[in-house]
């Protein structure tokens, strides 16, 4: 069906080869995945098997045809029994579906009873049967794909190339285009898909050709996508030390505002259930004493708890009450939204 002897592609003005020295063969019936990173030479495999390009070396035989002995003049009849499905649909906008998908046999100059009567299967055959009327920007992206196979099918080809088909589309209907294709293939018809969902691949378990660089490292029946490291994953980065500098300068912040309160006019709130701070003494109302001037005295000594059962006084130099973290804005700075939480004093 498709054979592929020693091929070598180069082209102008690369130092590579986009496929080097690739031999294999795809037997009637066959569905074959086409794996490999961007650049792998999968592309290229699949213009050579539409003869949009010649091989530089080896040779491709496609439905019994060297592509190389095949004029120019032919090649649109030979390209009438493969179909191609791309990852960009390339439908027709100004076209409804069905003239879409009728378009492939007008070209080709089928029948109009022939059209009126392919068209329809076609559609019925990729799920989109009433839709016939609709226009491609009113059609999901995963309509469109149905609509871009249904119009590769119509003229009933022997292959069915699929560049992608899945590239465009959200993983449900990945999945739906993926069952479609596999239907496709068990009424005879053999596809040959270049994709890099890896998911399907190994779960499908078909036949895989994995291209690298060019060349050929691997053909497997039954294989899985084999060889990842070419998909790059996402993983999250840690911010390290972002929510300490975060909650440092707040607490900072916090430390300044405080230090103002304490030391400026404005007096701070005392902790509920602290003795108050001791006021200023009056001046007693008898007969006025006569003011001496008092040395300064050393401070007494303070007393062992066991003697003394009062508490001590704070000994810090500027008292640190307690502050009302809302009151201060501080409560968005550390993400406290809630009126339990409870806030003790800062150091």
């Known amino acids: 069906m498709i054979r592929f002897e ?23 019936g066959e569905f074959v995945f086409l794996v490999g990173a961007s650049g792998s030479g999968k592309s290229s495999c699949l213009r050579l098997i539409l003869r949009e390009d010649l091989p530089s070396e080896g040779r491709i035989v496609v439905l019994g045809r060297d592509t190389k002995s095949l004029s120019n003049r032919r090649t649109p009849y030979f390209r009438r029994h493969i179909g191609s499905v791309f990852q960009d649909f390339r439908l027709l906008p100004s076209k409804t579906v069905f003239q879409n998908v009728a378009f492939t046999l007008q070209v080709i100059g089928s029948s109009r009873a022939f059209v009126k009567q392919a068209v329809p299967e076609a559609l019925e055959l990729v799920g989109l049967a009433g839709m016939a009327k609709r226009m491609p920007h009113e059609l999901s992206g995963g309509e469109q794909q149905r609509v871009a196979i249904a119009r590769a099918l119509v003229n009933r080809p022997q292959v069915l190339l699929a560049d992608e088909p899945t590239g465009n589309l959200d993983p449900a209907t990945s999945v739906d285009i993926m069952q479609l294709l596999a239907r496709i293939n068990a009424s005879g018809t053999t596809i040959l898909c270049a994709t890099h969902e890896a998911n399907f691949v190994d779960q499908m378990q078909r036949r895989v050709i994995e291209l690298k660089h060019g060349q050929l490292v691997r053909d497997e029946r039954h294989g899985g996508y084999g060889d990842r490291s070419g998909i790059k994953t996402l993983e999250p980065q840690v911010e390290r030390g972002a929510a300490a500098v975060a909650a440092l300068t707040a607490v900072l912040e916090l430390q300044r505002e405080v230090s103002g309160n304490a030391t400026g006019a404005v007096p701070t709130p005392a902790r509920e259930g602290a003795p108050a701070s001791p006021a200023p003494a009056a001046e007693p109302t008898g007969s006025p004493q006569p003011s001496e001037p008092t040395a300064p005295t ?9 003697d003394d059962p009062r508490p001590e006084p704070p000994t810090a130099a500027v008292p640190r009450p307690d502050v009302d973290v809302a009151e201060l804005g501080m409560a968005d700075r ?11 004093p800062t150091s």
């Open 6 to 28: 020693h091929v070598t592609k180069r082209y102008r003005g690369t130092a590579k080869p986009a496929l080097d020295d690739v031999d294999f063969e795809v037997q009637r």
């Open 298 to 306: 050393a401070p007494e000594p303070v007393p062992a708890a066991q």
């Open 334 to 344: 550390l993400g406290l939204r809630s009126n339990d939480d409870e806030v003790g």
